[in-house]
């Protein structure tokens, strides 16, 4: 009788560290996205820009990847997490998506260093940025265009815009559903730089 009540517990350890390693830790990150520039070669000289920061929410800086379950209520997955710290990865982002929306090699985050005097600096402040419990994933950020020179702030505007994630219990498709909304941030921050230059001649 002690016999089988040993094999049995080894069968249920063996059988509990299978199950364990069936749940692979998935990681991932939001990338650049490929994209024709927004001013062509032969506009003036390209726009030197720095990203100064971009702050977002405690709760997105987990490594697990958050979801809303309900209006008040997070949720974070052990099995499904960032690749690097989230803030970290979107300024990255932000930056080289800048530069092939602007057609400029001079965006340049607080880690490269660069003797180049910017034209404008940019303050990102992300306040939501996850799937719901609907499916549809939101982000709403501020962002601040600045002048180094003229030390004053040349704009500050609202950036709010959902995309809906048709697999809504898929992460692989939030995540891709994330990166195309942040792109959509992006696009509207070159935007507003070309606008601006363009202004003030």
């Given at each position: 009788?002690?016999k089988?009540y040993?094999?049995?517990l080894?069968y249920l350890l063996?059988?509990?560290c299978s199950s364990?390693?069936e749940?692979t830790?998935?990681y991932y990150?939001?990338?650049?996205?490929e994209?024709?520039?927004?001013i062509?070669?032969?506009?003036s000289l390209p726009?030197?820009?720095?990203?100064?920061?971009?702050?977002?929410?405690?709760?997105?800086?987990?490594?697990?990847?958050?979801r809303?379950?309900?209006?008040?209520?997070?949720?974070f997955?052990?099995n499904h997490q960032?690749?690097?710290?989230?803030?970290?990865?979107l300024?990255?982002?932000?930056a080289r998506?800048?530069s092939?929306?602007l057609?400029s090699?001079?965006?340049?985050?607080p880690?490269i260093r660069?003797?180049?005097?910017?034209?404008?600096t940019?303050t990102?402040?992300?306040?939501q940025?996850?799937?719901?419990?609907?499916g549809?994933v939101?982000?709403?950020?501020?962002?601040q265009?600045?002048?180094l020179?003229?030390?004053?702030?040349?704009?500050?505007?609202?950036f709010?815009?959902?995309?809906?994630?048709d697999q809504?219990?898929s992460y692989?498709s939030?995540?891709a559903t994330?990166?195309a909304?942040?792109n959509?941030?992006?696009m509207?921050i070159?935007?507003?730089?070309?606008?601006?230059?363009?202004?003030r001649?």
């Open positions: 009788m002690i089988f040993f094999i049995f080894i063996f059988s509990g364990v390693s749940q830790v998935k990150i939001i990338n650049p996205v994209q024709q520039p927004l062509s070669a032969d506009d726009l030197n820009v720095r990203v100064l920061d971009l702050r977002i929410p405690q709760y997105l800086e987990h490594f697990q990847i958050a809303r379950t309900g209006q008040q209520q997070i949720a997955s052990d960032w690749g690097e710290n989230l803030s970290k990865n300024v990255r982002t932000l998506n800048l092939r929306q057609d090699p001079s965006v340049f985050t880690s660069s003797s180049l005097k910017p034209d404008f940019i990102v402040f992300i306040d940025f996850e799937q719901d419990s609907e549809n939101q982000l709403a950020a501020r962002y265009i600045s002048s020179e003229e030390k004053s702030t040349l704009s500050m505007r609202v709010e815009q959902s995309l809906s994630n809504q219990r692989a939030m995540v994330m990166e909304l942040f959509n941030l992006c509207e070159s935007d507003s730089l070309i606008t601006i230059r363009n202004h001649g």
